[in-house]
């Protein structure tokens, strides 16, 4: 059995960001070479169709192309967290089964949503998790983000994860994610396999602080967070302190300025995709925003800027 003292995953999992033509359509080239970038610059694993993956501009078979697409391109390079979040039981469900099938080694979902209004109660939460886990054969990680306008209490989510099979990691990235993780861990104990961070590794150093062991952030710079999360692990704080206090500029410009599109424009200016352009309605980043993320980039060399040129 697997635990938080001996998980199946941990480390850096960056969000692999969708890529599009000037046009709007997929680019497969493009996004081939984003997944070498990503595992070249030292990802433990990755995942797909994430918010920051633009998922929500996705349709059906264009998510079914891109899943088959990065699991049969990865080839089990490394381990591939497919999201399936959906409103729908059956529908997560079902695209949880076609990830699993696939190849994909674990699912990440919200809890129910739709819009800014519409919620199940937590006995209805209980049950979609109960009923994904019931359906698959991987682990379930659950994401507890803002977007999603569900409040997940620690002991909720405890209770969930030491009842329902499959639900084992937790991706916290709401206000006071730390205190979060601290108090699930408490709770649940070796049942949590895997307490990670989120929200771009703004939180990262006070979430390994509580026992957060992986963290999910954009897919620009790996190479920056996995020192991090190594010398934490390693229990030389010292250094890890040294490695987020250096990368933490970027790491903010990205979490309050530049958002899902930093990991795009950074693969563009490093010569690892062809467009950096986010699929209509949503608009490009501003010139001055950008211009201020390759600056902050520039001075700490990360791979991106050189892995294409």
């Known amino acids: 059995m697997n635990t938080r003292s001996t998980p199946r995953y941990r480390g850096i999992f960056p969000v692999v960001p969708t890529t599009f033509t000037e046009t709007g359509a997929l680019d497969l080239d493009s996004q081939k070479r984003a997944l070498d970038f990503m595992i070249d ?15 929500f501009a996705l349709s059906d078979d264009e998510r079914d192309t891109l899943t088959r697409v990065m699991l049969e391109h990865v080839g089990g390079r490394v381990p591939v967290i497919v999201t399936t979040s959906h409103y729908s039981s059956a529908v997560c469900i079902e695209r949880s089964r076609r990830a699993q099938a696939q190849g994909a080694s674990m ?5 129910p949503y739709h819009g800014a209004t519409f919620r199940v109660p937590e006995s209805q939460i209980y049950e979609f998790y109960a009923r994904l886990s019931d359906g698959i054969g991987i682990p379930i990680m659950i994401q507890d983000a803002p977007a ?15 009842e329902i099979e499959h639900v084992s990691y937790f991706k916290i990235e709401t206000p006071g994610a730390a205190a979060k993780l601290r108090e699930l861990i408490r709770v649940a104990g070796e049942a949590v396999e895997g307490p990670w961070d989120g929200e771009e590794a703004i939180t990262l150093f006070a979430d390994l602080n509580a026992g957060a062991t992986g963290s999910m952030t954009g ?24 490695h987020y206090q ?33 699929r209509h309605p949503l608009p490009p980043m501003h010139p001055a925003t ?8 520039r001075r700490l060399d990360p791979l991106v800027l050189r892995w294409g040129n």
């Open 41 to 55: 610059a030292g990802s433990d694993g990755l995942c797909i169709l994430a918010n920051f993956s633009e998922q």
């Open 107 to 111: 699912v990440m979902a919200m809890p």
């Open 148 to 162: 999603s306008g569900t409040a997940l209490s620690a002991a909720f989510l405890a209770r969930m994860a030491l």
């Open 219 to 242: 897919g620009g710079y790996p190479d920056g967070i996995r020192p991090i999360l190594e010398a934490f692990r390693e229990g030389r704080r010292d250094d890890a302190f040294a």
């Open 246 to 278: 250096r990368w933490l500029p970027l790491i903010n410009h990205e979490n309050r300025q530049a958002g899902l599109l930093a990991a795009k424009a950074l693969m563009k200016e490093g010569g690892v995709i062809a467009c950096e352009s986010p």
């Open 290 to 297: 950008r211009a201020e993320l390759i600056d902050i980039a």
